[in-house]
């Protein structure tokens, strides 16, 4: 997604009526215009999604607490279809398969063998995947395979 889509959905919600979608657009739209104010520079595809996620782990954390209280299901469910819209505009997670696949190549060709290179390799992986992959499965992953 860049930040021309962002603006085309966030018109077709105001359209649509579309208030849980519209508001958490704006959220989406408030990061970046920050990100731009603080660098002075527009933003690139990559920072919109980073501001994406960024937005999308702000709202399950908000959606945990919500659940943890269980004092006001309407906002709880609000927050559960706001975290639903975020993930529709995110890209595919790389899983399975074609995650074990990035890790045994990133361990193959830098020769991570020990537990002290866990750091790096995740780091690498997480890079290669483009920060689109569970970061915990990656680690859970590597440290299977790491002495």
């Given at each position: 997604?860049?930040?021309?889509?962002?603006?085309?959905e966030i018109?077709?919600?105001?359209?649509?009526?579309?208030?849980p979608r519209l508001s958490i657009l704006r959220m989406v739209k408030n990061?970046?215009?920050?990100?731009?104010?603080?660098?002075g520079q527009?933003?690139?595809?990559?920072e919109v999604v980073s501001a994406l996620k960024k937005v999308l782990k702000q709202t399950g954390e908000t959606?945990?607490?919500?659940e943890k209280a269980g004092t006001d299901a309407e906002r709880t469910a609000l927050l559960q279809t706001q975290a639903e819209i975020l993930e529709g505009y995110l890209p595919e997670q790389?899983?399975?398969?074609?995650?074990l696949a990035i890790v045994e190549r990133v361990l193959d060709e830098h020769g991570f063998s020990e537990k002290r290179d866990m750091g790096r390799a995740i780091g690498l992986v997480v890079a290669e995947t483009g920060g689109?992959?569970?970061?915990?499965?990656v680690a859970r992953i590597i440290g299977s395979r790491l002495c």
């Open positions: 997604m860049n930040r021309e889509q962002l603006t085309a018109t077709q919600a105001m359209r649509d009526r579309d208030k990061e970046i215009d920050t990100r731009e104010k603080e660098t527009t933003v690139s595809d990559e959606l945990e607490a919500s790389v899983t399975g398969d074609a995650l689109n992959c569970d970061k915990a499965e």
